[in-house]
Every structure is written in C-alpha cells, then in structure tokens.
C-alpha cells in the first residue's frame, strides 16, 4: 500500500501487545530502508529492490527488502572480500553496499558467518538473510 509494508491483524488475533509491537518495529525499520533508497515493493511478491539485478556465472549482487529481514545475494568476489575484511579487522569491504541494512556492523557480521559456515571455500555467489531486529542471519545458501 503506497509502496509500504502495513500490519493486517486478523480480527481474531492471538498476539500479544510485545510481538505486535516487534512486528510493528520491523515493519517501520523496513519501510525506512525502502524510502531512503527509493526501492519499490513488488505488489504481488511483496520485494522490495534497490539494486538492478547484475547476474554472473559466479553470482550477481543485489538486496531485497522483506518486511522483517534483507535477502542479499554476493557474487563470489564480493564474499571473498567481505569474509577478508569480516577476519581482518571487523570492516566491510564492500563501501556503502551495507548502509541500507545496517552498515559495517551488518556487514561485519554477514561476513563473520559466512567465514564460518563456508571456510575458504567459495564456489559461486551466496544469498544470506539478515535480520533487522536481531541484527543476524537466519538463513543462506549458494546462488
């Protein structure tokens, strides 16, 4: 709705005032990030992206804003650099690429993870889901 994430609760709802009120926090964080990088939501998915999808053998880059978390895909190169920099000294590698969910805390940690779950050994490109609240990732997996 006017490109915005919106809570619907169901009349019967079961939801404490707590989880309305984290659900309502996520939701806010979200549409901050839409509006300050002019990123549209998809009415029929409900994705909003930011970047033009840049696809490559070895992955492309890109993040896709969900109501209560970012999907961001890295092609090999970009996880290398991030997992370098993430052992080196905490920083991102990749410049601004993170401001919109977070910074370099978000890419430290993304790049922190992906060090642990992958080693060294990058074959292609990765997506990760990074959550806003909890400032973590819940999910990956190769491109």
């Known amino acids: ?14 939801f404490s ?12 964080e979200a549409n901050k990030i839409v509006f300050l990088n002019n990123a549209v939501i998809d009415t029929q998915t409900k994705v909003a992206s930011m970047y ?9 880059n890109d993040i896709q804003i969900h109501w209560n978390y970012a999907r961001i895909y890295l092609d090999k190169g970009q996880a290398k650099a991030l997992m370098a920099a993430a052992i080196s000294d905490g920083s991102t590698a990749l410049g601004g690429f993170f401001g919109n969910v977070g910074g370099a805390a978000a890419g430290a940690a993304i790049g922190a993870y ?3 779950v992958v080693g060294s050994d990058v074959k292609s490109g990765v997506w990760l889901d990074f959550n806003y609240f909890s400032k973590s990732v819940n999910n990956w997996g190769w491109q």
Not at 1 to 14: A, F, I
Not at 17 to 28: D, F, G, K
């Open 114 to 116: 992906l060090s642990s």
């Open 1 to 14: 709705m006017n490109n915005q994430y919106v809570l619907n609760l169901p009349n019967d709802n079961n």
């Open 17 to 28: 005032n707590e989880e309305i009120e984290q659900a309502t926090n996520l939701i806010s």
């Open 52 to 60: 033009p999808i840049q696809t490559r053998s070895y992955g492309k």
